[in-house]
Structures are given as C-alpha cells and as structure tokens.
C-alpha cells in the first residue's frame, strides 16, 4: 500500500468512524447531547463543534498548498472561525449535516494526494499567529490523528451517557493479505 493509499484508508476511516459517533449520539436521552460533562469541550456538542472547527481550519489552511487540490475549493470560501471553541450550533441534525459535508472534502482531497505534495514544505500559522513549516504528508497525518483524539474523548462522553459507540479501531478497515 503506498503513502497515498494510506491517507485514503485515513480517510475513510475517519468518515465512517463519524457515521459511527453521529448514529450514536442520535440515542441520547433528550438533554444529554448537550449536557456538561465536565470535558474539555464541556458536551458532547462542543466536543464535536471543536472537531468541526478543527477540520475547518485545518482544511482552510490546507488549501494554500502549492498544490492547490480542487477538493479544497468548497472550504475557501468558508468563514473561519474565530476560536476552537467556535460552535456551529447544538442540534445534532446541523452538526451533521456540516460533519458529512467535510468528510466528503477531506474523502476528496485523500483521493487528489500524490507522494510529491505529501513531501512538500508547509507553511502555515496557528490560531495565535506562530508561524510553522513543516513536510504536509506529517501535518495531515496530525490532522487525522486529532479526530481520532477527539472521538475518544466523544466515545467516553457517550459511553457516561449509557451508550456505546462500539469498535473503533481502524483494523477493521485493513484488508487482509492472501
């Protein structure tokens, strides 16, 4: 398997890990999703508002790659948000809808990666201004790596909450060799 197919196995991984988290979320008791729990993020609804605004950072920034991958054009023009506690909202039909509308972005750009863009030099600045250059194959690797963070802390949540997420590792996903 090559260094793209990689991003791509991440990819689908991370989509299908957010069906998995979305379906579940959607058998809270009523209150529940938004109750404060006393995480990072407070709720399960601002843990996956963090995750949204992570993602939309991310991909924005993402899009000032020498490479310009088309699959980034429906993110540039995406208002950035002003923090990483930005909400996009508390129903769980809306954060939804906004979590499927990225994961097809990020499928997208999985899919128009090469192994020259992954190794090219990255700049890009952090919410606080810091400027970093850094190889964009490592970045995204920590991109994905981030939603898998956070989706534990959203497995936990919801596991407190009387459901359970079941199997999420990414195993699963790896295809078995002859």
Do not use: C
């Amino acid at each position: 398997m090559s260094v793209t197919e990689h991003f791509s196995l991440l990819a689908r991984y991370n989509s299908g890990m957010n069906q998995q988290l979305y379906d579940a979320a959607a058998k809270l008791p009523a209150g529940e999703f938004t109750a404060d729990r006393q995480a990072f993020f407070g709720s399960l609804a601002g843990t996956l508002n963090h995750l949204l605004t992570a993602d939309t950072l991310w991909l924005k920034r993402f899009a000032a790659h020498p490479a310009q991958f088309p699959a980034l054009q429906a993110v540039r023009d995406t208002p950035q948000p002003a923090s990483l506690t930005h909400s996009f909202g508390d129903d769980l039909a809306t954060l939804r809808a906004h979590r499927e509308r990225l994961d097809a972005v990020i499928s997208a750009l999985a899919a128009q990666l090469t192994a020259a863009d992954l190794a090219q030099p990255f700049e890009y600045r952090s919410t606080r201004g810091d400027l970093y250059r850094k190889e964009f194959g490592l970045v995204l690797l920590h991109f994905f790596n981030h939603q898998t963070h956070h989706r534990g802390q959203a497995s936990t949540l919801l596991t407190q909450a009387g459901v359970d997420l079941g199997v999420t590792d990414i195993i699963v996903l790896v295809p078995e060799l002859p």
